[in-house]
């Protein structure tokens, strides 16, 4: 037998590829059925990323609706789908699905079972062969503030693969989809020999001919849809012996990827994305607040600051009266007048949570010395990932700090800084996630607060400051 499998991972929202892909998955498909070859497409998670102005429109739904269109089998998820949607969010979502999501290391905290939307381990039958997909996703600690339980990653595919060696019937081919970095795939290769193909993601990696680690081949076709993966795999004649005795491999497994240019000069489609302009005017239609005048991104101090905005914002919104945030975080002006859900997803596109830190009075100065010592560093630093969407960190502002030059302290609100008092501190968890500032991890105790983004404390800060029913000019 012969079975194709195309793959995706870490499309990140990124649509402006997507009509390229789906035309090539199409080719493909068709292909495929001309030469009665069976074949199977999968995505290995992080497909849903609200920088995106469709998915946030739509909550995630445009992709569900993509994947059901370009007729998806089987799928997991990443960090981005676990954390910055709701369990209950997801459930909804993939209610519309039609293809499969396998998730085995995450349980909803609520029920001590598998979320109700997926399952730990799915079988595909094909020309008479058994196919087992096992999914796995990046185990952040975080996941427990969002209602579940985590799974070591190892622990789980290993319960997985027990159920398979208990079951009463044999299994030709065991895929993992795995959420969880090259490193860890080469381990899971390693430790587990019953694999025959792990199709990873998460580290953006791309294995342009696959890479064979013990008994097994990994796979794995980059971010933003870069790159479309396809594996080719051809059972051995003769060699149908029981998984546990893998002496010598079972299945001749070829990996290759093609690359977005590639794809765009086969299928002659341009690069171009509909779908951000669809996704601006939904969110265009959705007012927030009416302001009394412009909030500026570039400028740190006054009424017309956006960052003080902001800083007020999550003050507000976690009962503090000190905040921390970085100038990079803010990507546009607000403007005088009518503010939309457009606006804020242009300025603050971040997948960042709020943060609450509480130090004592010592380690919030070694905090100061911490953020300050590295800011010109920092000012024009590049920064990815863990959800900032920006470019650069920026600089620092404090709110509720000051620096008293005659006394040669700093001061919180109208008070020197006491060692032994105890503060709570705001910020966004992306502080926390960066190695530049462990005073956070060391003495911070901090707390993290779900679901909602920094955009979204903001948005509701001004739409109870400046509600839509305020007639106030400017």
């Not at 789980?156 to 959420?179: G, Y």
Request: proline residues 4%; contains cysteine; charged residues 20%.
């Amino acid at each position: 037998m012969k079975l194709n499998i195309l793959h995706t991972n870490d499309l990140h929202g990124h649509l402006e590829n997507w009509p390229i892909i789906r035309e090539y998955l199409k080719l493909q498909q068709a292909y495929f059925t001309q030469k009665h070859e069976p074949f199977l497409l999968v995505d290995i998670g992080d497909a849903l990323d609200t920088v995106h102005p469709m998915v946030e429109a739509s909550q995630g739904m445009v992709m569900v609706d993509l994947f059901n269109e370009a007729a998806y089998d089987v799928v997991t998820i990443g960090n981005n789908e676990g954390l910055n949607f709701t369990n209950n969010q997801l459930d909804y979502l993939y209610s519309h699905a039609e293809f499969e999501v396998t998730l085995a290391n995450l349980l909803d905290s609520r029920t001590y079972d598998y979320p109700r939307w997926a399952s730990p381990l799915i079988y595909r039958e094909i020309e008479g062969h058994r196919i087992a997909f096992i999914g796995l996703t990046a185990p952040y600690a975080t996941y427990t503030l969002n209602q579940y339980d985590l799974v070591d990653p190892f622990d789980a595919l290993e319960q997985q693969l027990r159920n398979i060696q208990r079951s009463n019937q044999a299994v030709d081919l065991i895929i993992v989809l795995s959420h969880l970095g090259l490193k860890d795939d080469r381990l899971l290769a390693q430790k587990f020999p019953q694999l025959d193909l792990i199709i990873g993601g998460h580290t953006h990696h791309v294995l342009h001919e696959g890479e064979e680690v013990h008994h097994s081949t990994l796979a794995a076709a980059g971010k933003y849809g870069h790159y479309v993966g396809h594996i080719e795999l051809e059972l051995l004649p003769n060699n149908r012996q029981a998984m546990w005795e893998k002496s010598k491999r079972r299945w001749k497994i070829e990996c290759r990827v093609t690359s977005i240019e590639q794809l765009r000069d086969l299928t002659e489609i341009p690069i171009s994305d509909s779908f951000e302009a669809q996704g601006r005017q939904f969110l265009q239609k959705q007012p927030i607040a009416h302001l009394p005048h412009y909030m500026t991104a570039g400028q740190t101090q006054g009424t017309h600051s956006f960052i003080q905005l902001a800083l007020d914002a999550i003050c507000d919104s976690t009962n503090t009266s000190i905040g921390v945030l970085s100038s990079g975080l803010f990507l546009s002006d607000l403007p005088a007048g009518l503010v939309t859900e457009n606006d804020l997803h242009e300025a603050l596109p971040h997948s960042m949570h709020l943060l609450v830190m509480t130090f004592s009075g010592e380690h919030l100065l070694e905090l100061i010395d911490e953020l300050l010592s590295q800011e010109d560093d920092l000012r024009y630093r590049l920064i990815s990932g863990m959800g900032f969407r920006g470019k650069i960190f920026g600089e620092f502002v404090l709110k509720g700090l000051t620096y008293q030059e005659e006394s040669r302290q700093w001061y919180a609100g109208e008070e020197a800084i006491d060692k032994r008092q105890t503060y709570r501190v705001a910020a966004v968890d992306h502080y926390w996630f960066l190695p530049f500032f462990p005073t956070i991890a060391s003495y911070g105790s901090p707390q993290l607060l779900f679901p909602e983004f920094l955009r979204h404390v903001v948005g509701d800060y001004i739409r109870k400051k400046y509600p839509l029913t305020d007639t106030r000019k400017d």
